[in-house]
């Protein structure tokens, strides 16, 4: 036991965050530990009406402090001793203001229960007004700096959002010393760091969401945002000039931190990035393979040689930047705003009655009651996908778009909503759920055409996370759709795994971060493969998908 050298992946997603402690030369998982949020789960600080969603800090750290001690509890009483580095991942764009000591501004005792000074999650789209103003200024300059996050800006990204926060708290605005992504937080907390002028941010964020790019020499001039809005004139001198690829060392664990969590003072911490991004690299990734990291919503990454997309820019995806996945490689990035949350949304639909009426029963005790709810809400997608499966294909069957959170790939328009449309009085749940499922795989599908379209070819696809994991009946219907096989990954905790793999290479235990995902790569478990009988059905409900949504974009917004 001595000799093994162990690392830790930490994985903040939108319920929760998981930490697994593994093995750096064999890529075994010694132990994990899974933390959900209590204020999140609560729905404080949250409004879906208003589609306003934020995470309050001290919810990060309670979650980091958990499951890294949970973890070292449960493993063997050495293991501690011989844990060699962190690596974090995290969702985004999820950014917050902070103060001059890098604190975000709502662990300070003024601004605890303003949301306004919390986390912005990533699929926080109150900015869409403000994103549709960065749309429409970057028009009017002769460089074209939304070239490198495909020519569309988000409400989802980092800009948008601060614009937003800056215009409706005038309090916050005062108070912010500069905004900081959550991937770029988490390791300066550990490292103990207090001057925000000194945080090591990552070249993942920056170049996807912040429009930091090498060719503008870091961000567009002050210029393009001053004239944008005086709010942010001067702004980026508040921001940083350098960014660093994940496998940089952010620093060595604070002596607080290292006593709080039991680990020895020389544990690295390395620089963190988005969780998709740390996926891929846990799910193998490889040039040219989509890896769908599929949950709430979908990322999709892919990377390429430099020399192979020279100066080529791919429009309509969500970002093209140089070491953003694997150092060395352009990575770029598509995805889906919604795709686990459209089948949780239709889930938290039906089960309205019993959620409701259920507890007030005078047939059954509240103790049954609550276990019966439970017992359905555990079984509800598993029969829905049962039954769907058993249905027969129909050209003309109820027909779904999957912009209920707006859309994120191709073309960037989060103000967009889902439909159905061949309802009828024989529409029932398991037929709408199919249908559901349905749009979500064409979904899919118009990333890859566009991909295909610009160019960049598409040789495989790689499914991660816990739809791929969990619903063989949505994996199968992925591959029908796209008419091609997908492979799913073996580890339950690819995101983690790849922050491990990260953590590894920020340690010096390799060289390069593909040499520790060939060492502690896990492999695949399953491949699904399209059904011949189906492709040439999907592909003209396809072409119907593509007519709704068009009129969706055209007609009704």
Not at 151 to 170: N, T
Request: hydrophobic share 40%; aromatic share 10%.
């Amino acid at each position: 036991m001595n000799n093994r050298q162990f690392v830790i992946g930490v994985d903040y997603g939108t319920d929760s965050v998981r930490s697994i402690i593994v093995d750096a030369q064999t890529g075994e998982e010694v132990t994990s530990s899974v933390f959900y949020y209590p204020q999140w789960k609560k729905g404080l600080y949250c409004d879906a009406a208003a589609n306003q969603f934020r995470q309050h800090p001290q919810d990060y750290i309670d979650g980091l402090t958990h499951t890294i001690k949970d973890c070292i509890s449960k493993a063997d009483s050495s293991v501690a001793a011989n844990i060699r580095a962190i690596s974090v991942d995290t969702t985004g764009s999820t950014p917050v203001a902070v103060d001059a000591t890098g604190t975000p501004l709502s662990l300070l005792p003024a601004f605890e229960n303003n949301p306004n000074a919390m986390f912005v999650l990533w699929k926080d789209h109150t900015s869409v007004n403000e994103a549709a103003q960065i749309n429409e200024h970057a028009v009017k300059f002769p460089i074209n700096y939304l070239k490198y996050v495909g020519g569309i800006y988000s409400s989802e990204w980092y800009w948008a959002k601060l614009l937003h926060i800056l215009k409706e708290d005038e309090e916050v605005r005062n108070n912010t010393a500069s905004w900081v992504e959550h991937c770029d937080w988490i390791p300066f907390l550990l490292t103990g760091g207090n001057d925000v002028k000194q945080m090591k941010r990552s070249v993942c964020s920056a170049g996807h969401k912040a429009l930091w790019a090498e060719e503008f020499g870091g961000f567009p001039p002050n210029d393009f945002f001053a004239s944008l809005d005086p709010l942010l004139d001067g702004f980026t001198q508040k921001l940083f000039t350098e960014t660093y690829t994940s496998d940089k060392q952010a620093g060595t664990i604070s002596q607080e931190w290292a006593n709080r969590l039991g680990l020895p003072a020389d544990v690295v911490i390395g620089v963190g990035a988005f969780d998709a991004h740390m996926g891929a690299v846990g799910g193998q990734i490889e040039p040219y393979h989509l890896s769908k990291v599929m949950g709430t919503s979908t990322c999709d990454m892919m990377v390429a040689p430099t020399a192979d997309i020279n100066e080529h820019c791919v429009n309509g995806i969500c970002g093209q930047v140089n070491g953003s996945i694997i150092p060395g490689m352009i990575g770029l990035e598509a995805g889906q705003s919604a795709f686990g949350d459209i089948y949780a949304w239709f889930k938290n639909l039906l089960e309205w009655p019993v959620k409701n009426l259920l507890g007030n029963s005078s047939v059954i005790d509240a103790a049954t009651a609550e276990k019966i709810q439970q017992e359905i809400s555990d079984k509800l997608i598993a029969s829905l996908s049962a039954q769907a499966a058993s249905l027969l294909i129909d050209e003309n069957a109820e027909l779904a778009v999957d912009w209920m959170n707006g859309r994120r790939t191709p073309d960037a328009n989060q103000q967009l909503e889902g439909a159905i449309m061949n309802l009828s009085l024989g529409s029932n749940a398991s037929r709408i759920f199919y249908s559901l499922v349905e749009a979500t795989c064409f979904g899919a599908k118009a990333i890859v055409e566009r991909f295909e379209k610009e160019g960049i070819p598409v040789k495989g696809l790689i499914g991660l996370g816990g739809v791929a994991k969990k619903s063989p009946f949505i994996m199968q219907m992925m591959a029908d759709v796209m008419n091609m096989p997908i492979r799913i990954h073996k580890s339950e905790q690819t995101c983690a795994l790849g922050a491990a793999m990260f953590a590894a290479t920020a340690a010096g235990i390799y060289p390069k971060v593909e040499d520790a995902m060939n060492k502690m790569g896990s492999g695949f478990d399953t491949t699904y493969y399209p059904d011949e009988n189906k492709t040439g059905f999907y592909s003209k409900r396809y072409e119907k998908y593509k007519m709704l949504g068009a009129f969706i974009e055209n007609e009704v917004q």
